[in-house]
């Protein structure tokens, strides 16, 4: 397991090293609750506009679905780095060590995870003086957040895997990661979208770590899905992503 753990050190050696990354990584999530969450709140500040929030003001429905949202961009970007790895020639060096590839590229996707959910819980600290949330509900809501980014960060490993230049990664990822994150009912519910949206969105991973992380902070009352189902269905994502990632970084060979 020496390789799995050394990946895992080094994602997270790197993090820490860039503090603009960290900063800049913090400001974007932040700003959604600040000048729109904050914001719309004052719009939604009634009773009928309270019950399609399911009981809660707007600023705590919208906490738990701009969580998931940071752990699911950063995870997202662990192909970025890897694309950065391949043009400085350190993937290279990996695929020729007498190590294994499969320990190599999970430790390298765990490493990203734990990244993105360090950012996580950075935010819901933060968030703690902004919305009426559940202390109780941290725990789990860290251990989906945990699971969405491994499924994440294997579906973004993978896809770069089969990339060369940067550009082209960040423009395949804005088109998966847009309608994503608006199709997971993170911003508004599920239930008020077009019959077509909600048949996207029940296929959306993200989908289900907004409404089990909602669950968790804010109350049963504003979730859809059952536990078994939230839990079930990113545990499968996390599986399958991280297998997929492993098979393709397998086969891949030195350029």
Known sequence: MRTFTTMIYRELKRFSRSRARVVGSL???????I??????????????AARVFGGVDYLTYLVPGVFAMTVFNM????????ILDKQFDFLKEILVAPAS???AILGRITGGSLMALIQGVILLTLSFALADLKLSGVLPALGLGFLVG?????????IA???TSMEGFQMVVTMIMMPMTFLSGAIYPIDAMPG?????AYVNPLTYAVDGTRRYLVGDAVAKFSPVVEWGVLAL???????LAALEFEKATID
């Open 27 to 33: 400001i974007n999530p932040l700003m959604w609750l």
């Open 35 to 48: 000048f729109f969450g904050m914001g719309w709140s004052g719009v939604f500040n009634n009773p009928m």
């Open 75 to 82: 995870s997202f970007m662990q192909g970025v780095t890897l």
């Open 101 to 103: 590839r499969a320990e």
């Open 150 to 158: 491994i499924a994440i960060a294997g579906m973004g490993v993978a």
């Open 161 to 163: 895997l089969k990339m």
């Open 196 to 200: 077509w949206m909600k048949a996207i």
């Open 237 to 243: 994502l996390a599986l399958a992503f991280s297998a």
